[in-house]
């Protein structure tokens, strides 16, 4: 289901578009994934743990519909669906949700992590589902832990559903006797296998140790946090996370984010220059993966440079995805819309993005609509339900869920990124025959 309502206005002053320089913020009708989407990523990173989403049939469609296309013979998330005897409150709800992770627990005896996941109607009726993680944890700890966090559209993107997790394995991590020494660098944010077996042997070439990944593919392995722990956004849309991270005594390393071959760089190297990395070195571990990334991406530049690109507000990697496309494509940014903007974590990508290209900040869909037709770009970055009625239109999209599920940092995957905009281009000359 495609979350559609109004935002809650941060600022009552300013009911729709109100530009302040480039900056255009908006206070209507939004349209986004809500945060239980971030599942589809995070059950497959984390392997041990199960999220049991507590709502509605609603709820239990969207799970469906998002994992459609991945069969598994045993998944490791599911819908405690409510039904209307428990929305009129004729069920204790806490008793009924003790029941199904009874049952769920006998059926699945390997879970090790489970994850309460709040939605729209378990808000609603005030279910109260940190204080349900408390009482089953006291029955079940050690063998299985429960922690749980809001993926509810009602305040959240679908990215939010990510950073709310995190901040909850975060509290729950400090909640745990630990014997284990605090790591010396936390990357918060989750990332793909492959990219985070990348990461790891470049911090070991250039002599970084006690490296951690929130999240850790086990939940056995969730990283100790101490006064001398530094940590480091892999994403853009950790408010939560940094936050709690930061409440923990973590000092956060300030960076562009790892998109393209300028952001790893710029990302690896605030990391080595906060631990002291001889420049030479640096340079000596970087410099093939530099390369790779430049020459992968030198493939796909032909097809963006020039291009006109509007990105609609979704993922809230759009900021960092517009500076990538614009410094490294030689694309040009009409305008870059996000949910949310972290104005801190994101200065370094805010300064790098074109004068000309506009910002705006929440939505009000229908006015964005009207900027991007009387802009007429050439590609539109946006969600699937704003892709389709373009595309019938004939205008090329692309869809923004594809950045948060496909691995995009570092080198080894720069190309990819930009094949990721490229592709839409190009399969417009191949059905039309011919360059817009
Ligand atoms: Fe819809 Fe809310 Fe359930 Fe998401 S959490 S599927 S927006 S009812």
Redesign the pocket.
């Known amino acids: 289901?495609?979350?559609v309502?109004n935002m809650p206005s941060r600022d009552p002053g300013q009911d729709a578009a109100c530009r302040s320089g480039q900056l255009i913020r908006e206070r209507g009708q939004h349209e986004v994934?809500?945060?239980?989407?971030s599942i589809m990523w995070l059950h497959r990173k984390m392997q041990d743990a199960f999220f049991l989403?507590v709502?509605?049939r609603?709820?239990a469609?969207?799970?469906q519909s998002a994992a459609g296309v991945m069969i598994f013979s045993e998944p490791r998330f599911a819908t405690a669906i409510m039904e209307e005897r428990d929305l009129a409150g004729m069920a204790d709800m806490h008793d009924e949700l003790d029941r199904v992770v009874e049952e769920l627990l006998q059926r699945r005896p390997d879970i090790r992590m489970l994850v309460l996941v709040?939605?729209?109607?378990s808000e609603v009726i005030k279910l109260d589902l940190s204080r349900a993680a408390e009482r089953l944890n006291r029955r079940l700890a050690p063998r299985h832990r429960v922690l749980s966090y809001s993926?509810?559209?009602?305040e959240t993107t679908f990215t939010q559903g990510e950073d709310n997790f995190l901040a909850a394995l975060v509290a729950d991590s400090g909640a745990q006797p630990t014997q284990a020494p605090p790591a010396s660098l936390i990357i918060a944010g989750c990332l793909a296998d492959v990219v985070e077996d990348q990461f790891g042997r470049l911090f070991r070439d250039l002599g970084i140790a006690d490296v951690a990944f929130l999240p850790s593919r086990s939940s056995e392995a969730l990283p100790a946090i101490g006064p001398d722990t530094r940590y480091i956004l892999a994403q853009p849309y950790l408010g939560a996370t940094a936050a709690a991270l930061e409440a923990r005594g973590a000092k956060r390393i300030d960076a562009l984010f790892p998109l393209g071959e300028e952001g790893t760089t710029a990302w690896l190297k605030a990391i080595a220059d906060s631990f002291g990395v001889a420049p030479a070195l640096f340079n000596r571990i970087t410099e093939a993966p530099r390369q790779r990334a430049l020459s992968a991406m030198a493939h796909y530049r032909p097809w963006l440079e020039g291009r006109k690109i509007f990105l609609f507000p979704d993922s809230q990697l759009e900021v960092p995805l517009a500076r990538f496309l614009y410094r490294e494509a030689g694309a040009r940014i009409v305008e870059a819309g996000s949910p949310y903007l972290h104005r801190e974590h994101l200065a370094g990508e805010l300064a790098l993005l074109p004068d000309d290209a506009a910002l705006s900040e929440g939505q009000d869909v229908d006015r964005q609509i009207d900027r991007c037709l009387a802009a007429d770009p050439d590609l539109i970055v946006c969600g699937m339900g704003l892709a389709n009625p373009f595309e019938a239109e004939g205008h090329v999209t692309k869809w923004s869920i594809e950045f948060a599920f496909t691995p995009i940092q570092g080198y080894e995957q720069a190309g990819d990124l930009a094949e990721l905009f490229a592709r839409p281009l190009m399969r417009d000359v191949i059905l039309s025959g011919t360059r817009r």
């Open positions: 289901m495609t979350a309502q994934f809500c945060g239980l989407t989403v709502g509605s609603t709820c469609h969207l799970i709040g939605s729209c109607p993926g509810s559209g009602i």
